[in-house]
């Protein structure tokens, strides 16, 4: 039984239109007036209107029908109620209030990156010409939405739900798990559940094709909105992929990345790997390898998170 796909989401923010444009100028398509897509995948991202920002809906697969029965006893042993009807098993996240959406079937796979030529010492495979990043100045297009990472007080509740309810598979942890990256593809991360002064957003991830393109992206967007910097670009330790922070116009950060650890083994992840502490005695594994050693404050205590509260708790959420 398995959880395989993490489909798309669904954003709520107050003015959708602005977040929609931001995504058409940096090469996402228009798939209906409120899903945007990439060339690979159509429904990458909905932006639907909310009084608040916050993440509205996650969309998953697994393998058979048979999983969808497995994952509403799982999640019926931990209270949470589900509806299956046909092939799509339906759910509230307990502590955040979106709803998870799960669905047999899988993702579209995704054609490969057109290589780019790096020249290496030794190695010349880009010869006689100019960095490809040099001579086509704007990026290839995003690829997907490939990670959520959610912040909440209950932090502990929220993991129990996608570990033992819906069933992510646990990569690394970080201060004794209470930073859990988990997974259902073979990216070391399609979700961080991690502490927070509410239960929010804490950004969402758009894999682009390499170090060049989250570059060129980052660059494009503070050309157009300076203050939409939050930290980058930088490696991570925990997923080692390259990245670069940036708020969207709703002001939700989001991630430009690349390059992230493919875990395709679980048994030799989990033997050689996984660590569950990784700041404890198996650390220390910070923020970065490279880039900004720590992110600056905002970067998990964000400057609407009081506003955030007070809409949730207008709402009966917690
Ligand atoms: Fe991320």
Redesign the pocket.
């Known amino acids: 039984m398995a959880l395989n796909g993490f489909l798309d989401i669904e954003l709520a923010v107050p003015n959708p239109a602005e977040t929609f444009e931001f995504w058409l100028r940096r090469g996402m398509t228009r798939t209906t007036s409120d899903v945007l897509g990439t060339a690979d995948r159509p429904k990458q991202i909905t932006i639907k209107e909310g009084t608040y920002r916050h993440l509205a809906s996650m969309h998953l697969s697994c393998d058979s029908e048979s999983d969808l029965a497995v994952v509403a006893k799982q999640l019926n042993d931990l209270g949470v109620a589900s509806t299956i009807a046909g092939t799509t098993l339906t759910c509230l996240d307990p502590v955040f209030g979106h709803s998870v959406v799960i669905d047999v079937g899988s993702p579209h796979a995704l054609t490969p990156s057109q290589q780019r030529a790096f020249n290496g010492p030794g190695e010349q495979t880009r010869s006689n010409a100019r960095a490809d990043a040099v001579v086509n100045q704007t990026p290839p297009p995003p690829r997907r939405v490939?990670?959520v990472?959610l912040a909440t007080p209950h932090f502990m509740e929220s993991i129990d739900f996608y570990v033992k309810g819906l069933g992510f598979k646990v990569s690394d942890g970080m201060f004794k798990g209470m930073l859990t990256f988990m997974r259902i593809e073979s990216d070391h991360?399609n979700l961080?559940i991690q502490p927070g002064p509410t239960s929010y957003l804490n950004?969402y991830?758009i894999e682009v094709d390499d170090i060049d393109a989250v570059g060129q992206f980052g660059r494009a967007v503070l050309a157009e909105s300076p203050d939409a910097d939050v930290v980058g670009m930088g490696r991570?330790n925990l997923?080692s992929?390259v990245?670069w922070?940036l708020r969207d116009p709703a002001g939700n950060m989001f991630?430009f990345?690349s390059d992230m650890d493919q875990i395709v083994d679980d048994e030799e992840w989990d033997r050689v790997h996984r660590r569950d502490d990784w700041d404890g005695a198996d650390g220390p594994a910070g923020f970065s390898v490279w880039g900004p050693k720590d992110p600056p404050p905002a970067f998990i205590n964000p400057p609407d998170a009081p506003a955030i509260a007070a809409a949730r708790e207008a709402l009966g959420l917690r």
Do not use: I
Request: aromatic share 22%; charged share 5%.
């Open positions: 490939g990670h990472v991360h961080l950004h991830a991570h997923g992929n990245f922070y991630e990345f």
